[in-house]
Structures are given as structure tokens and as C-alpha cells.
């Protein structure tokens, strides 16, 4: 009996590495072949299967890292070896000790250059329709725990560690798939959805990445710039479909002087890689080099460069969302059917597919794997290189630091732009003293950004005000030749009507870093008053008078300059009744909106307009609309009621 209980435990034994090495293929989770002509797996799958993954690997682990605009839950995968994945956060300490390269010696970088991993990020499906990476995803990460890749996976998980994103708009993903599913086999099959794909922007999500209004772009924020710190980052997207097959860095011109050269030579090392992998992999119609420029900082795939971060951008040709497409050979532009040496290899036309989509994005979603393996020591002490020259060298012309006064027009707004700034990890200190630069007195309190920080190029390309190289036109006083993709300018401080000086000398003063913007929490005036007096210069004081107004408060708007003890507030201020049920909402709604009010007495001699309450309608056509999505996103922002 002995004997046959060690028989089975011992055959047992032998086979559990088998039994745990049994990964679920995702064509047989799904049932169809990912990429297969108008079958497309929803975000509910793809977070089953990634999860299924989890269970079945040690080599994966899939994390939550925030919530969508409509509360999906948004899951990002880390894929590394089994000893990797148990030390972890010592791998994230080592990255952010080669990013606070101060007082780092380059000996002591190396070492820890030789000790860590190269993190490498993947980010997919940020536009909904462009559907295919979140397939990809599936695919990659399979192959990647079991082995099936063109490189020996297991030695380079061990000096890689990646993140994938399978979709960083799981909400447009959901919508996407089910309006498609549902005209599939009918005329309407891969048409355009009647509405937005991301709640508010639509396709300006990814327009969203300094401003940082939407809840994905924050989610995706503070992965790259607190929690992981990847030193190599790809943005998958697709594009139109008559041209290229696809679109791979580097970039055109003009480049952002902004950021650091190393990068730009970052980029074309991996992208170069990328090209010569699909090229060896028989993938035609790859381009580089021209269409997307390196010059502006507002998408999920340039904001990294001016963190040091090597970011990509991978475009595919599109299909009809998850439907092929032909293409005959006379619909291919001229520049797309001729050689040359930035598109050696033209596609001659035919049919396009899903499938093609996928088997492009996943060959150069392994070939920057390997990349990142074959130089991770370098790409490690690159990045603190990087990071050093953006704390210790200061060019000609450089400004020293950012100084935002304490007295501005509308503070809370002040307080909201030094947040977008920190939560894009931007350094961000509070005198402690007065001041005085230039014959001009800074108060206590205002706001110093000094340049000698990790993120410079962040810093000086949002406070600093834009100069695109300049525009050429097509004839003597014709049209300008398009030369930015994007916005040409982004300067936050003249976008928000903040007061942001630019020093260029060095100044001495008496400074404290923040850890958190130092928002106040105001409260009612203590004197009785009948009457509360908010600021129209505030933008949030509109807020909490929305917020009374559907309470039937009894609001007036002043005709001119309202004056009292110690405040003078600008015409067309409200002065709100003090009745019993505004005495007990106002301290929760001065705190939420960080706005402070002042009490007034009799209020007869006082020009003013009864306020009343109007009721306000969005229309919303057949046809999704940007502008009606970011104007409704204002709305709830400020919580303005509207129907």
C-alpha cells in the first residue's frame, strides 16, 4: 500500500510542473483565433483571460491601477520572471534612484544599472475604434509566459520587466465591440457609433496627457511618473488605411528643443530595431520618419520624452474596426507605392485585415522586448544620465527657475495647475520668506519651481511660452505648410490666466518642497452676516453658486466693486442671502471648492441683479461631437446642472 502511495505522489511530482506550465492558449478562452475577420473579444473577455493568465503563471500578475471615467475597473499586467516578480519593489526603488540622480555617483548609477531591470510599458486601445492592440495584448502576454517567442523569453524576463495595458480606455472598448457586434452580417457592419467613445473626448484623449483632466490619462499619469517609472513606453494606435501598412519612430521634424538628445537617439535605436524585425518577418509597408513630429507635448506618447522616457508611437492601418478591408493598388497615394529609404519595402495592395493588424503590432511589441533585454544596462544608466543633465546642466538661455506669486487673480485655479503639474512629477517648492527679484517683492508663500529637478524638460516646456521653428508657405502670402500634427503651443499658465514669472538668475530664499499642493479649507466669515459675498474672479466660487441655486437661494450678481472688511471683490460677485439652510451647506461646499467667502451687512446701496435660475440643455446629435463632449465635461467639473 506503502508502495503504491509513493508511486502516485512521485508521478504526482514529475508531472506538476507540466500541469502548471499549462497556460490557456487565448484562441481556445475565446473560442476564435484572435485577429480572425469580425471576431472581436470585449473588455469583460480580456480582463477574464488576463486574470485566467494570472492564475495559471507565476510569471504574470495583473494589477488594478485605477478606474475609468464610467468606473470599469482599468488593468495593467506585469510580466517578468518568477524571481523578478518577488522583488519587485526593489526593482521600482532602483529606477527611482536613477531619476534622483542627486548626489548619485555615476560608479554607484552603474551598479545599480547592473542590479535592476529595464521596465518597459505598453499602452493600447487608447482610441477605442482603433481595436486591434487590445487583441494583440491577449497574444503577446500568452506568449511571453510560455516561451513562444523568436527570443529565449525566460533569460530575457529576467532582465525585462513589463507592463501592458491591454486597453487605457476600457469603457470606448466595451462600446466599440458591442455596437459592432450588433450590425455584424448587416449593411451597417464596422459603421461609427452615434456617440463619443471616451465619455468626455472622444479622440481628444489623447489630447488630454499635460492637462490631465480625465480619469485614464490620471490612472496612466501616475504609473509612468510615480508608481513604475518606465524607461521605454510604446503608445499603440492605428491610423487611415490607404497608405502605409505602418507608421514606427523616429519621428519628423521639428524636434522639441526641449528634450535631451540621448532620447531622440533612444527612439530611433528601438524603432530601427522594430523596422528591421518586421522587415525580417516579411511585414511590408513600414514607414518612419515623417507624419508625426517630435515637436509637441500633449499625447500619451510624447509627454514621456520630456521625462526622459523613450516613447514610441506605433500606427497600424486600420480596417472597419474588426472587418477587412480591399484595397486595389490605385487608391494607394504615390508616396506610398514608391521606394525610398524611409519605406524601402511599399505594400502593393490587396486585402487587409484584423489579423494583419495583429500579427504587425505583436512582432514589434516583441522586438522591443528584446531590445530592451539586448541594451538594458544602458538604458538604465541612460535614463540616469538623462535625469542628471536635467538636475546639474543649465544651457545658455535656460531659465533658473518658475516663480508663481501668492496673489493671483483666481488662487484656487493657481492651486489647480501646480496639481497637474505634481501629479506629472514635477518638483514644486513654497517660500518661506519674502523675496525680491528684480526689485520686485514675492511674498511668503508664493511658489518656486526650480529647473535644477529630474523632470526639466516638463517643466520648462509647460511654463515656458512656445516657439514653433518657423512656418514656410506654400507660395509668396499663401497658406503656411503644415508643420505641427498637434497644438503648436501648450503654456499652462497662459491657458489658465495664472501669474508665472521666468527667472534666468539663480535667487536665494529660504524654500520648503511640497509634498502636496497646499490646498486651504476655508470657512464661513465668524462675524454674523445676513449677506455672503464670493468673487467672480474665482472660477470654483461659480460652483458653489450653482450648487445653491438649486436650493431656490435668494442670489444676487453685483453691478460693480463690493467692498468690505477686508476684501474687495469684483463687479458681478454673488452676494448670497445667509439663511439657515445656506448656513449649513456653505462650510462643505467652501471646502470641496477651496473658496473663500466674506460676510456683508446691509446690502440697499449696493447695484446689483437678482440671479435667477435658468434651465440649461445639452443637444446631442446622431454624430458624436468633441465640442459638445469637452462642454459637457465643464460642466460637470464645475457641477453646473444641465439637462
Same mark, same amino acid.
Given at each position: ?47 477574464? #483571460? ?132 450588433? #450590425? ?215 531659465? #533658473? ?140 466660487? #461659480? ?5 445653491? @441655486? ?10 460693480? @466693486? ?53 434651465? @440649461? ?27
Amino acid at each position: 500500500m506503502r508502495k503504491k502511495i509513493f508511486s502516485f505522489s512521485s508521478l504526482l511530482l514529475l508531472l506538476l510542473p507540466f500541469i502548471l506550465t499549462a497556460q490557456t492558449p487565448p484562441d481556445e478562452f475565446l473560442g476564435h483565433r484572435v485577429g480572425a475577420d469580425r471576431k472581436l473579444a470585449d473588455y469583460n473577455q480580456i480582463q477574464a #483571460y488576463f486574470q485566467k493568465l494570472d492564475k495559471e503563471s507565476g510569471k504574470i500578475k495583473v494589477l488594478t491601477i485605477g478606474q475609468s471615467t464610467l468606473n470599469k475597473p482599468i488593468i495593467m499586467a506585469v510580466i517578468t520572471s518568477e524571481d523578478n516578480m518577488a522583488k519587485l519593489d526593489t526593482y521600482r526603488s532602483i529606477t527611482k534612484k536613477l531619476r534622483d540622480a542627486r548626489g548619485l555617483a555615476p560608479d554607484e548609477a552603474r551598479k545599480l544599472a547592473k542590479e535592476g531591470k529595464v521596465i518597459v510599458f505598453i499602452t493600447c486601445n487608447l482610441h477605442a475604434t482603433e481595436i486591434g492592440s487590445s487583441q494583440m495584448a491577449m497574444e503577446f502576454a500568452y506568449n511571453l509566459v510560455t516561451g513562444k517567442t523568436p527570443f529565449d523569453a525566460d533569460k530575457v524576463l529576467e532582465d525585462v520587466i513589463i507592463l501592458i495595458a491591454p486597453t487605457i480606455n476600457p469603457d470606448g472598448q466595451q462600446m466599440v465591440t458591442d455596437w459592432y457586434r450588433k #450590425y455584424v452580417g448587416t449593411e451597417y457592419e464596422g459603421g461609427r457609433m452615434p456617440w463619443l467613445y471616451q465619455h468626455y473626448a472622444g479622440h481628444d484623449n489623447n489630447r488630454d496627457w499635460f492637462m490631465l483632466n480625465l480619469a485614464e490619462t490620471k490612472v496612466v499619469t501616475k504609473v509612468m511618473y510615480h508608481d513604475w517609472i518606465p524607461q521605454i513606453h510604446i503608445d499603440q494606435h492605428e491610423m487611415g488605411s490607404s497608405g502605409a501598412r505602418l507608421w514606427i519612430p523616429p519621428f519628423a521634424n521639428p524636434p522639441n528643443p526641449n528634450v535631451h538628445p540621448l532620447l531622440w537617439r533612444g527612439v530611433a535605436l528601438c524603432g530601427m530595431n522594430m523596422a528591421y524585425d518586421l522587415q525580417k518577418n516579411g511585414l511590408k509597408g513600414v514607414h518612419y520618419g515623417r507624419s508625426f513630429a517630435g515637436w509637441w507635448d500633449g499625447a500619451c506618447d510624447n509627454t514621456p520624452w520630456f521625462h526622459n522616457t523613450i516613447c514610441l508611437l506605433s500606427e497600424a492601418a486600420s480596417v472597419r474596426v474588426a472587418s477587412p478591408i480591399n484595397i486595389d493598388a490605385a487608391e494607394i497615394s504615390k508616396s506610398y507605392i514608391e521606394k525610398s529609404m524611409q519605406f524601402p519595402d511599399p505594400w502593393p495592395g490587396g486585402w487587409w485585415r484584423l489579423g494583419d493588424i495583429v500579427d504587425y503590432e505583436l512582432t514589434l511589441s516583441l522586438s522591443l522586448v528584446k531590445t530592451a533585454f539586448l541594451h538594458k544596462e544602458e538604458f538604465l544608466y541612460d535614463f540616469y544620465r538623462m535625469c542628471k543633465d536635467s538636475i546639474e546642466k543649465r544651457e545658455g538661455g535656460q531659465p #533658473y527657475a518658475f516663480v508663481i506669486p501668492k496673489k493671483q487673480c483666481d488662487y484656487p485655479t493657481t492651486l489647480k495647475m501646480l496639481d497637474v503639474l505634481m501629479s506629472a512629477g514635477v518638483e514644486i517648492n513654497q517660500a518661506k520668506e519674502d523675496f525680491v527679484i528684480s526689485d520686485k517683492l514675492y511674498p511668503a508663500g508664493s511658489f518656486v519651481i526650480l529647473m535644477s529637478q529630474p523632470y526639466r524638460p516638463y517643466v520648462q516646456a509647460l511654463l515656458e511660452i512656445q516657439k514653433h521653428p518657423d512656418l514656410k508657405r506654400q507660395y509668396p502670402n499663401g497658406p503656411f505648410i503644415p508643420l505641427a500634427y498637434d497644438n503648436a503651443g501648450w503654456t499652462l499658465p497662459l491657458q489658465m490666466g495664472v501669474k508665472c514669472d521666468q527667472i534666468n538668475n539663480p535667487l536665494k530664499v529660504k524654500l520648503t518642497k511640497l509634498d502636496k499642493v497646499p490646498y486651504p479649507s476655508p470657512t464661513p466669515p465668524r462675524e454674523v452676516a445676513s449677506y455672503i459675498v464670493l468673487d467672480s474672479r474665482l472660477n470654483t466660487s #461659480y460652483s458653489v453658486v450653482f450648487s445653491l @441655486i438649486k436650493m431656490k437661494t435668494e442670489i444676487y450678481r453685483s453691478k460693480d @466693486i463690493v467692498k468690505g472688511k477686508g476684501f474687495e471683490a469684483a463687479p458681478g460677485s454673488f452676494i448670497i442671502k445667509n439663511t439657515p439652510q445656506v448656513k449649513k451647506a456653505l462650510p462643505a461646499l467652501l471646502d470641496k471648492w477651496h473658496v473663500r467667502a466674506f460676510g456683508l451687512g446691509n446690502i440697499d446701496d449696493i447695484p446689483k441683479a437678482s440671479l435667477k435660475r435658468f434651465r @440649461i440643455g445639452f443637444y446631442q446629435s446622431w454624430r458624436s461631437n468633441m465640442d459638445e463632449g469637452w462642454t459637457r465635461y465643464v460642466f460637470d467639473d464645475l457641477s453646473i446642472p444641465y439637462t
